[in-house]
């Protein structure tokens, strides 16, 4: 069974431009979430994602958004980045019922803003 | 307001020691907490989890302990190896709203 599979593994973009990561969850899984990684902040939750709908939210500006696809493959979009934003983000993936606890992270995406 | 708080921020051991990270959450509707494990270039992994009716809960070295009336849990690893230096994050999810709130990490090193 493949992983969460994370794409571009790094990125450099300049401050004002945008940005969209992408995130494959393991076959069958739904819910996708979004963290932002600092190593003074930690692991910061952005958004969940759940059979194409947005279900939980973070402390984020709105310069930060995503989506779900009915395939549950997830992006990540940042406009207008700020020197702020450089990270790793990192998606998770898990499955559906009470059962499915565990989340299943990505390598993450590393974001260097210039 | 951070809803778990984690400590230490870090932690030496030599090798053979245990090590010990703390955390404590305020949100008594969480019912799940699960401890993750980073390695450097790599994704958090799930170590070892837990739910708020059993007080502890071992595998291998590896051991929570679980006090629900102060809402505090704890990562004990026995024995220490050089390869469990890594970054350990705790957590505490509510299932049924499906969202995972993390501490904000311990880096711990285990020296040989």
Known sequence: KAGVTQTPRYLIKTRGQQVTLSCSPISGHRSVSWYQQTPGQGLQFLFEYFSETQRNKGNFPGRFSGRQFSNSRSEMNVSTLELGDSALYLCASKGIGTHHTEAFFGQGTRLTVV | QQQVKQSPQSLIV?????????????????????????????????????????????????????????????????????????????????TNAGKSTFGDGTTLTVKP
């Open chain 2, 14 to 94: 030599q090798k053979g020691g245990i090590s010990i990270i703390n955390c404590a959450y305020e949100n008594t509707a969480f019912d799940y907490f699960p401890w993750y494990q980073q390695f450097p270039g790599k994704g958090p992994a799930l170590l070892i989890a837990i739910r708020p009716d059993v007080s502890e809960k071992k595998e291998g070295r590896f051991t929570i302990s679980f006090n629900k009336s102060a809402k505090q849990f704890s990562l004990h690893i026995m024995d220490s190896q050089p390869g469990d230096s890594a970054t350990y994050f705790c957590a505490a999810s509510n």
